[in-house]
């Protein structure tokens, strides 16, 4: 589809915006430019179903275990079938995780019809509710199995722990690469010392 011509249609007051992002442009969905021009959408049931699991760190392998059987378990008690599971190890603060990135590309392409999470957290640290309307404007359903609600205090200590730990990892990772450096140029002027 143009761009040109949908502007021109806004224009002329034909279609109308489903929402303006947070820095002003206009957003169309993909149903609502099908329903315009008097196509049907594409069912639900056409897309993919994926469940996504995620750990932050190796050590916790054993859960990712865990996240995918609870997944399957309810993925069979509501009937589903060809669900694609999607496993990954990273922090949920990392927005470049090869999966994730691969996930939220098949949503915008409108090729996902259900994203399955154990919790929202899983999916993403922080954020979740801009990736939950991300996934709506797509047509796609976000499917919480977890949904504990907190109180607005409970909130925020859970996510200042968060970013303690995030910081406190990349503080390890900072001091061993020092020592490794130290190391490494220790190593390498007694290689230069003929003594």
Not at 20 to 26: N, S
Not at 119 to 135: A, S, V
Request: aromatic share 8%; proline share 4%; glycine share 6%.
């Amino acid at each position: 589809m143009n761009i040109k011509t949908i502007q021109r249609w806004d224009r002329e007051g034909r279609l109308k915006p489903a929402g303006r992002t947070i820095t002003g442009r206009r957003y169309y969905t993909e149903d609502q430019i099908l329903a315009f021009r008097h196509q049907r959408p594409r069912p639900p049931h056409a897309r993919k179903i994926v469940a996504y699991c995620r750990v932050s760190s190796q050590s916790q392998r054993p859960d990712l275990k865990n996240q995918r059987l609870a997944l399957e378990q309810c993925c069979t008690a509501r009937g589903l079938a060809n669900v694609e599971f999607m496993e990954e190890v990273g922090s949920g603060m990392n927005f470049r995780r090869k999966r994730f990135l691969t996930l939220m590309d098949a949503v915008d392409a409108g090729e996902i019809g259900t994203v399955i999470l154990a919790h929202k957290d899983r999916l993403t640290r922080f954020g979740y509710e801009w990736f939950e309307r991300f996934c709506q404007q797509h047509g796609c359903e976000m499917l919480v199995l977890n949904q504990e609600h907190l109180s607005p205090e409970q909130e925020l200590v859970q996510d200042v722990l968060t970013i303690t730990h995030v910081f406190s990892a990349r503080w390890d990772g900072l001091r061993n690469y020092r020592k490794s450096l130290k190391e490494a140029i220790h190593a390498d002027l007694s290689a230069q010392d003929p003594a």
